[in-house]
């Protein structure tokens, strides 16, 4: 059986205007011929058009008069309805407000382009390039060519299960021995570089290997490379940039290296010679090194491949004292550093920064600056020297360089904070000043979503009050008593003006000086987040706290809330709620039969039985004033608000009513009510924390606290010492200072506050 199929204009019907014959009800008539004319009638008849489909869209007419009055013919729209065609072909459509038309503002009109098509592809190639692939065979080699490098196979002579592929770069080479499919070893060398590179290659190929091997518990169908990726792709990108016999960036890399480490010996030879630091633990001083000097050096460490310099540490004030702590403290505590590489120039970026040097002299052999007389700075110095500038040959690919000679390399030294780093615009700006590499804060966020992100959905003006609240455990030990008890605490962070800030993640810099100078105001920043953190974070992590100790798992009750939040509440209470409880008066909590060990370490307490501290009153001798916009917070509305903790109705004052202070006692038979600590967090000046919690029966004592550079604690204002415990047990004076330099010390909020609650009160 044969399918119809329509019939087609033969170029003589074309040519003579005549169509084919079409029967209707049996009588053969010819259309009528479409005018401009008929297809206004037919657009404003009530009947339609009495044109079939094929006639209106093929019709010279209704394409004329299209082009007549569609100044937006070339958008892709087209109608199968005669109708619809005729009348729209009178509407000016560049006329209409396509917003005003609701849910059609949302379609995209025409075809898609090619840009959309790219587009598009892009976002999916970002996508299958999260997932680095698997471990095998295959997948190393397609990495290897991903990353510009050149790979070949050597097949074992009478072991076809056995291959070794070779991957080989400009100045790298690496040899991944493979059984099965399964890697069995790995070999990494620079044959183009000196010693000072070589001595850390075995160090690194360990590393990789480790991102390859099959560990327990692990399939090979399952091994994905993406560890082995991000440290051999650092490795790649020094190798892409260094340019054969002239450029070598491993020497450069490990220049930067050997000048720190001989500044890193130097600052610590120095701190055991310090009489002050006399009897502390090896650890201990290294730790002031780290977190107060030029930082830590290393090479090779941590699981990640190439320099890097550590410059704070959790607990650095509370070093271990046997090897098995040492162990779990390296493995499980956090530590904050900067990967130095290398990576090309931005013109648009690295404007102030100079390009790579390669040299082994940033600093001199003897470290130190001589005295020159007349000069003012009494103690030590470090001298830094200026290297010469290293010479390229033209490039051959830009016409016209080699008349011009040898010329800069366009490559600089780069820094990835590990991890990354939230900080104020004040700051951010600052290290633009000091010639670091990071682009113009365009696009910011306040720094308290930097540091607590908003969950996806959720409201948030920069210009309400937000709030953090959380439910925290926090051990101590009753005096005598080896077993570990917990106090609930409810915090609750309030932030009344948001100060703008941006994470800091990578930077270019030109000299190794920028680093160490811009390590304090890093350190400063990583202690506050730690700070907040520890107080308002769900924990993740194992802590340190031996096996045998009683723990009881902390809860987390986390919200964040604004002034139609707490208007709300405030609506929804009845009066009796509202009314000052005379009648039922809190308990006081018994603080005589409390103690805390601020350390967490009942395995290696200190022998005096109290907390450890170093306390150096001689550089903070001196309380400074308070300042009303640092102690008093403003309140940004006037009603008053339900007992939360938060501030009351004064609008310069932040009082707390006793009752929502006082730990106090629940129902009877269950365990008392939470202690209620509030922080109040302002930035405007450098990180400030106002800190409120009870502190004897019938007080509340408010501290308010300036986080200075190197994670230092000023105290700047203080209720809690007075007449009555001015004067320790053991004879010695308490001072405001004191305050601080525990807080750096035991690093949480909660467990501080414990501390001057049970010791101090």
């Given at each position: 059986m044969t399918t119809p199929t329509p019939m087609k204009h033969t170029l003589s019907q074309q040519g003579s205007g005549r169509t084919p014959s079409q029967t209707q009800h049996g009588v053969a008539a010819t259309p009528p011929v479409s005018t401009p004319f008929s297809m206004a009638h037919a657009a404003l008849s009530p009947h339609g058009s009495?044109?079939?489909?094929?006639?209106?869209?093929?019709?010279?007419?209704?394409?004329?008069?299209?082009?007549?009055?569609?100044?937006?013919?070339?958008?892709?729209?087209?109608?199968?309805?005669?109708?619809?065609?005729?009348?729209?072909?009178?509407?000016?459509?560049?006329?209409?407000?396509?917003?005003?038309?609701?849910?059609?503002?949302?379609?995209?009109?025409?075809?898609?382009?090619?840009?959309?098509?790219?587009?598009?592809?892009?976002?999916?190639?970002?996508?299958?390039?999260?997932?680095?692939?698997?471990?095998?065979?295959?997948?190393?080699?397609?990495?290897?060519?991903?990353?510009?490098?050149?790979?070949?196979?050597?097949?074992?002579?009478?072991?076809?299960?056995?291959?070794?592929?070779?991957?080989?770069?400009?100045?790298?080479?690496?040899?991944?021995g493979f059984t099965d499919n399964i890697v069995q070893s790995l070999?990494?060398?620079?044959?183009?570089?000196?010693?000072?590179?070589n001595k850390h290659a075995e160090d690194a190929g360990n590393i990789l290997l480790e991102n390859l091997k099959l560990q327990p518990g692990q399939s090979p169908l399952t091994k994905q490379l993406d560890s082995f990726s991000v440290n051999f792709e650092r490795l790649a990108i020094l190798d892409k940039l260094s340019i054969a016999s002239v450029l070598n960036l491993y020497e450069a890399i490990a220049g930067v290296y050997d000048s720190l480490s001989r500044l890193h010996q130097w600052e610590l030879q120095k701190v055991r010679e310090d009489a002050s630091l006399a009897g502390r633990s090896d650890e201990?001083?290294?730790?002031?090194?780290?977190?107060?000097?030029?930082?830590?050096?290393?090479?090779?460490?941590?699981?990640?491949?190439?320099?890097?310099?550590?410059?704070w540490k959790d607990k650095h004030l509370q070093p271990p004292t046997n090897p098995q702590m040492a162990a779990y403290v390296e493995k499980h505590e956090k530590i904050w550093g900067i990967l130095v590489g290398c990576a090309p120039i931005n013109m648009n970026l690295d404007v102030n920064v100079h390009p790579v040097r390669v040299s082994h002299h940033w600093i001199p052999e003897g470290v130190e600056r001589p005295h020159i007389p007349g000069d003012l700075q009494t103690g030590p110095m470090v001298q830094w020297l200026e290297p010469q500038d290293t010479l390229v040959p033209p490039d051959p690919e830009k016409a016209g360089d080699s008349l011009l000679g040898p010329r800069l390399p366009s490559v600089t030294f780069s820094a990835t904070f590990d991890p990354p780093m939230p900080i104020s615009l004040g700051l951010w700006e600052q290290l633009r000043s000091m010639g670091i590499g990071i682009p113009p804060m365009v696009a910011s966020k306040s720094f308290?979503?930097?540091?607590?992100?908003?969950?996806?959905?959720?409201?948030?003006?920069?210009?309400?009050?937000?709030?953090?609240?959380?439910?925290?455990?926090?051990?101590?030990?009753?005096?005598?008593?080896?077993?570990?008890?917990?106090?609930k605490h409810a915090n609750s962070l309030y932030i009344y003006k948001p100060v703008y800030g941006k994470t800091l993640t990578e930077a270019s810099f030109?000299?190794?000086?920028?680093?160490?100078?811009?390590?304090?105001?890093?350190?400063?920043?990583?202690?506050?987040?730690?700070?907040?953190?520890?107080?308002?974070?769900?924990?993740?992590?194992?802590?340190?706290?031996?096996?045998?100790?009683?723990m009881h798992p902390g809860t987390l009750s986390k919200k964040t809330t604004t002034n139609r939040d707490e208007f709300n509440r405030f609506m929804s209470l009845s009066s009796a709620i509202i009314e000052s409880p005379n009648n039922d008066a809190p308990?006081?909590?018994?603080?005589?039969?409390?103690?805390?060990d601020p350390v967490s370490q009942p395995s290696h307490p200190h022998p005096s039985g109290t907390v450890p501290m170093s306390i150096d009153g001689a550089s903070q001798s001196q309380l400074l004033p308070s300042q009303a916009a640092h102690s008093q917070p403003t309140s940004h509305f006037n009603t008053q608000v339900p007992p939360t903790g938060g501030p009351n109705s004064h609008p310069n004052t932040h009082a707390f009513s006793n009752s929502s202070h006082t730990l106090t006692s629940g129902p009877s038979g269950s365990e008392p009510e939470a202690i209620k600590i509030d922080i109040n967090l302002t930035m405007a000046h450098g990180p400030r924390l106002q800190i409120a919690f009870p502190f004897r029966a019938?007080?509340?004592?408010?501290?308010?606290?300036?986080?200075?550079?190197?994670?230092?604690?000023?105290?700047?204002?203080?209720?809690?010492?007075?007449?009555?415990?001015?004067?320790?047990?053991?004879?010695?004076?308490r001072r405001p200072e004191d305050l601080g330099k525990m807080l750096e010390t035991l690093e949480d909020i909660g467990k501080w506050v414990e501390f001057v609650r049970t010791r101090w009160a």
């Open positions: 009495r044109l079939s489909p094929q006639a209106v869209k093929k019709s010279p007419a209704i394409s004329a008069a299209a082009l007549l009055n569609h100044p937006t013919s070339n958008s892709a729209v087209s109608f199968d309805s005669p109708s619809a065609a005729a009348a729209f072909s009178h509407l000016q459509l560049s006329d209409l407000d396509f917003k005003s038309l609701g849910g059609l503002a949302g379609l995209q009109v025409g075809r898609n382009t090619e840009d959309e098509k790219a587009k598009r592809l892009d976002e999916v190639i970002s996508i299958l390039s999260q997932t680095r692939g698997y471990v095998s065979e295959a997948g190393l080699e397609r990495l290897a060519h991903k990353l510009g490098l050149e790979c070949m196979w050597d097949e074992h002579i009478g072991g076809e299960s056995k291959r070794t592929l070779i991957i080989a770069g400009s100045a790298l080479e690496l040899l991944i070999a990494l060398a620079f044959p183009e570089s000196s010693d000072s590179v201990y001083l290294r730790n002031i090194v780290l977190c107060t000097r030029s930082g830590t050096p290393a090479m090779n460490a941590r699981g990640k491949v190439g320099m890097r310099i550590d410059y308290d979503l930097l540091v607590f992100p908003m969950a996806p959905g959720d409201y948030y003006d920069p210009s309400e009050l937000r709030e953090i609240h959380s439910t925290k455990d926090v051990k101590y030990q009753l005096p005598g008593s080896p077993a570990w008890n917990s106090r030109s000299h190794p000086q920028q680093l160490i100078a811009m390590l304090p105001y890093l350190r400063q920043y990583a202690f506050l987040s730690t700070l907040l953190e520890n107080s308002f974070k769900e924990d993740t992590g194992p802590k340190r706290t031996p096996p045998q100790t009683t308990t006081p909590m018994d603080i005589t039969s409390m103690s805390i019938s007080e509340t004592a408010i501290v308010v606290l300036e986080i200075r550079e190197n994670g230092q604690v000023h105290v700047e204002s203080q209720n809690v010492l007075g007449e009555r415990n001015r004067v320790a047990p053991n004879g010695r004076e």
